[in-house]
């Protein structure tokens, strides 16, 4: 099969039968072998309806209903795990995104050899104070940590080679960092496209405010994650040696100077009356406590089972 194309869908029953019918065309014209694999987010309209009667319409649409609303990502994890297609194609189901790329991604992806290929959309026709200002932050802001140099991470419209989505696993909302996490499965050949997006056609959109807190921290997670998963000693134990050098740098200029008091007959306060007494102790309580906590990672790592579950791309045998 040549390409599968993933929706997540969350209350969308007025444009998915246009939808359905629009990659259907593309797919027809350029004489694709296909699937189209919807996955209904727990909506309560009747988008579960309008799934199961464009399945009787087209053999090659396939449907997952969620018993309730667990989230895009999970939608497009159960998505990933039963796709057939050489190439994956991901989009939303609102008619933002357009059937008509796909052939382009395609072709960046079987052709041009890339892993993964992004969308960018260009020229937005979203609002500007609330979507297209934080969006090119957000977007500033994932290049400079990740190294990733994507103008659009977050697009719903993009192409992977199929090894790629079986070896990574998004959850929570890690969707919107799923080139990262391709990135961080060794999958490094990751490209852009320029996609034409157009304005929503039904409904509102499902994201509110709260994306602007969930998303910064899900993107320390999966740094986190996929840096120091396997050796946790080396984010904590590292900050726990520094944190017991500053207490001891505190406790050791607290000592030079009660000698130097003490062999010049002066006077001085009682070391517990010095703020670096506290810093000192603190620091070094911390330090332990970071320790401790690299220690306690690296047993429970130490005894996961897949420890040594490394992704091969290919082998060769004599």
């Not at 019918?21 to 694999?37: G, Q």
């Not at 309730?68 to 190439?87: E, H, M, P």
């Not at 993009?158 to 996490?181: C, F, Q, T, W």
Request: charged residues 25%; positive net charge; hydrophobic residues 40%.
């Amino acid at each position: 099969m040549d390409i599968s194309v993933v929706v997540p869908l969350f209350n969308e029953e007025e444009s998915l039968p246009e939808l359905a019918s629009w990659v259907k065309n593309v797919m027809d014209e350029n004489r694709f072998s296909y699937e189209i694999i919807m996955i209904d987010d727990g909506s309560n309209d009747n988008s579960w309806k309008v799934v199961q009667n464009l399945q009787k319409e087209n053999s090659n649409i396939k449907g997952i209903k969620f018993r309730r609303n667990y989230g895009k990502s999970a939608a497009l994890f159960c998505g990933f795990d039963i796709v057939q297609g050489d190439v994956v194609i991901t989009m939303d189901a609102d008619l933002q995104d357009n059937p008509d790329e796909i052939p382009g991604l395609f072709r960046m992806v079987k052709e041009d050899g890339y892993d993964l290929v992004s969308g960018w959309k260009k020229k937005r026709k979203d609002p500007v104070l609330t979507k297209n200002l934080p969006s090119k932050f957000y977007n500033w802001t994932v290049r400079r940590m990740t190294g990733i140099k994507l103008h659009d991470m977050n697009c719903g419209l993009k192409a992977y080679r199929k090894n790629v989505v079986k070896s990574i696993e998004v959850y929570g909302e890690m969707h919107r960092y799923i080139p990262v996490l391709a990135k961080w499965a060794g999958y490094n050949n990751i490209g852009e496209k320029v996609v034409q997006h157009s304005e929503r056609k039904y409904g509102v959109t499902k994201f509110g405010v709260e994306r602007f807190i969930r998303g910064p921290l899900d993107l320390l997670s999966v740094m986190f994650i996929s840096r120091f998963v396997k050796r946790p000693m080396h984010f904590f134990g590292v900050l726990g040696i520094l944190m017991i050098m500053v207490g001891l740098a505190a406790a050791i200029w607290l000592g030079v100077e009660k000698i130097i008091q003490l062999k010049h007959g002066i006077v001085g306060n009682l070391l517990t009356n010095s703020p670096y007494f506290y810093i000192a102790l603190t620091a070094m309580i911390i330090g332990a406590q970071f320790f401790l906590a690299g220690f306690l990672g690296e047993l429970v790592s130490r005894s996961a089972t897949d420890r040594n579950k490394y992704q091969v791309d290919q082998t060769t045998s004599e």
